[in-house]
């Protein structure tokens, strides 16, 4: 398990040092494009910020928040265009999370590495911007959540800045 957890946190500090020495994001005054969104994701529900830290990549956390527990997630994500749809791209990317639950067996936390694949619109001379995407998870921790979840992900919709 310690392997598997070293060889994640090794290739995320290797993508993000390799994609950093791109430079700065240099279209945020575009009307389909932003540097900062604030918002909501539905599924199960969760606050969602995203910034642009250069033209192709963001950061984004989510706090995802439901009656028998809480995950707290970074997710460093690659963007690209898509031809010929102003506004819309494509995203992928790594990421991990922690997550503390209570059921009606007890409580518990975990910890896990997290995936992202998805499509990001900015509502072009609008502040709106939309996410659709799928988040799979493999967790590692006690009574809850154990192994791999394809079901996180979801529809955001923030405000843009």
Same mark, same amino acid.
């Not at 690659?78 to 503390?100: E, M, Q, R, S, T």
């Given at each position: 398990? @310690? #392997?598997?957890?070293?060889?994640? &946190? !090794?290739?995320?500090? !290797?993508?993000?040092?390799?994609?950093?020495? @791109?430079?700065?994001?240099?279209?945020? $005054?575009?009307?389909?494009?932003?540097?900062?969104? &604030?918002? &909501?994701?539905?599924?199960?529900?969760?606050?969602?910020? #995203? +910034?642009? !830290?250069?033209?192709?990549?963001?950061?984004?956390?989510?706090?995802?928040?439901?009656? @028998? /527990?809480? @995950? *707290?997630?970074?997710?460093?994500? *690659? +963007? /690209?265009? *898509?031809? /010929?749809?102003?506004?819309?791209?494509?995203?992928? /990317?790594?990421? %991990? +999370? !922690? =997550?503390?639950? $209570?059921?009606?067996?007890? =409580?518990?936390?975990? *910890? =896990?590495?997290?995936? &992202?694949? =998805?499509?990001?619109? #900015?509502?072009?001379?609008?502040?709106? $911007?939309?996410?659709?995407?799928?988040?799979?998870?493999?967790?590692?921790?006690? $009574?809850?959540?154990?192994?791999?979840?394809?079901?996180?992900?979801?529809? %955001?919709?923030?405000?843009?800045?």
């Amino acid at each position: 398990m @310690r #392997k598997i957890i070293l060889s994640a &946190v !090794v290739m995320l500090l !290797v993508s993000a040092t390799a994609f950093a020495q @791109r430079g700065g994001h240099t279209d945020y $005054n575009t009307s389909d494009s932003y540097t900062t969104a &604030v918002g &909501v994701k539905f599924y199960p529900g969760a606050l969602t910020i #995203k +910034h642009f !830290v250069n033209d192709n990549t963001a950061l984004e956390g989510l706090a995802y928040f439901w009656n @028998r /527990g809480a @995950r *707290i997630t970074g997710l460093y994500e *690659i +963007h /690209g265009n *898509i031809n /010929g749809a102003d506004g819309l791209k494509w995203y992928i /990317g790594p990421g %991990a +999370h !922690v =997550g503390f639950y $209570n059921t009606k067996y007890g =409580g518990g936390s975990s *910890i =896990g590495v997290d995936g &992202v694949l =998805g499509l990001d619109y #900015k509502i072009g001379g609008a502040p709106i $911007n939309l996410s659709l995407d799928w988040q799979p998870s493999f967790e590692f921790g006690n $009574n809850y959540g154990n192994g791999f979840s394809g079901n996180w992900g979801g529809f %955001a919709i923030r405000y843009t800045f």
